[in-house]
């Protein structure tokens, strides 16, 4: 009888361990399911955050991209927008493949006693492609005060030199006297004490205010001709609208087109045809007989001038000077000549690179309102 109770007892014991297994089981499988449940959790929370910031900082950049594109063509999107008249606030909408953006441009300041207005701009950007389901588009606001530039490039000259220039012959006209009459006169020509100035026979020579400026020694006339040729030739290729060689030399029948045409070669660049806007020479150059040029030249090395040829506006020559380079005398040849300073030209030129500048420690990347 002890036997067979003894038999049954271990069978009961046995069962009871099976059970408590079982339910040790149960309790491990559900902790190991939660904590790979918690685990997934906060890795798809941790990409999700991951994700929002990444749309977050590509909504910014739409952000600064629009108000990128606004300030540097503020009329393209805005017609009615004039730095003297512009009161606002006005909007731009511009479309990107990821989203899009509103840029809103309002003046602040008007101008004040012959100070620049003061314009308030702000992008808010949409980013609006990978976006999860019920989930909220990702908007960034990016805002910066900007006043509007006026670019100015004062004329020492009709003609300026840093190699100086050399005249044969006393026919033609070199006159600082503004030829639109909007400006005071300026020099004939002006170049350093030496080489200076030198005309061999006739008797017309500059006129101006002073007909000759004298620029004094050769540090002295770099420090006067008021042209950043390094920081030129270092943005030009980006900048300019026509780059030579590689591009097309530009038909001219506009007569809105005030281009800027950069020149890089190394050999001598001739004038192909008469044209306006602001020429850039790296090297030297020469114009021949009949052509006419409106606006600013600037010339690295030498300029000479074969025949009759006209330059209305500003010419700069021998810049290559101010790189440490020897340059040669530019040369007048035989022929008549008008060379003549016209601050209406000029400004035609240079107004390419007016516009909105921002000020700077004025930006907020996330601006609070739009």
């Not at 009888?1 to 007892?9: F, G």
């Amino acid at each position: 009888m002890r036997h067979s109770t003894s038999k049954v007892y271990r069978r009961r014991l046995r069962g009871s361990r099976r059970g408590v297994a079982l339910v040790l089981s149960l309790v491990l499988i559900v902790v190991l399911s939660a904590t790979a449940a918690a685990a997934l959790g906060m890795v798809g929370s941790e990409r999700r955050v991951v994700e929002d910031h990444e749309a977050a900082a590509e909504a910014h950049a739409l952000a600064r991209s629009a108000y990128d594109q606004f300030l540097a063509n503020p009329t393209g999107f805005i017609p009615t927008f004039a730095p003297t008249t512009f009161a606002g606030p006005d909007s731009a909408h511009i479309v990107f493949s990821e989203g899009y953006a509103w840029v809103k441009v309002q003046r602040v300041r008007p101008s004040v006693g012959g100070s620049a207005p003061l314009f308030l701009i702000r992008s808010r950007a949409v980013r609006t492609i990978n976006r999860p389901v019920r989930t909220p588009v990702a908007e960034r606001v990016f805002a910066q005060y900007a006043q509007w530039q006026d670019v100015e490039m004062p004329a020492l000259a009709a003609w300026t030199s840093l190699s100086g220039i050399t005249k044969a012959g006393g026919t033609g006209t070199i006159s600082g006297a503004d030829n639109c009459g909007a400006s005071t006169p300026v020099a004939g020509v002006a170049v350093p004490n030496v080489p200076g100035y030198v005309q061999s026979g006739g008797t017309s020579v500059p006129t101006g205010s002073p007909p000759i400026l004298n620029m004094g020694n050769q540090n002295q006339a770099n420090g006067m001709v008021g042209v950043d040729w390094v920081t030129i030739l270092g943005g030009m290729a980006l900048s300019a609208d026509v780059v030579l060689p590689g591009g097309a030399w530009p038909s001219f029948a506009n007569s809105t087109y005030w281009p800027v045409i950069y020149v890089d070669q190394a050999s001598d660049f001739t004038l192909p045809s008469s044209g306006r806007g602001m020429l850039i020479v790296k090297n030297s150059m020469t114009i021949v007989g009949g052509q006419q040029w409106d606006g600013i030249i600037l010339v690295g090395g030498t300029f000479t001038s074969n025949g009759i040829n006209v330059v209305n506006g500003a010419l700069v020559t021998g810049l290559n000077v101010l790189l440490g380079q020897s340059v040669p005398p530019s040369n007048i040849g035989n022929g008549t000549k008008t060379y003549r300073y016209d601050s209406c030209n000029v400004e035609m030129a240079v107004k390419k690179f007016n516009g909105l500048a921002p000020l700077r420690n004025s930006s907020a990347d996330n601006w609070p309102s739009y």
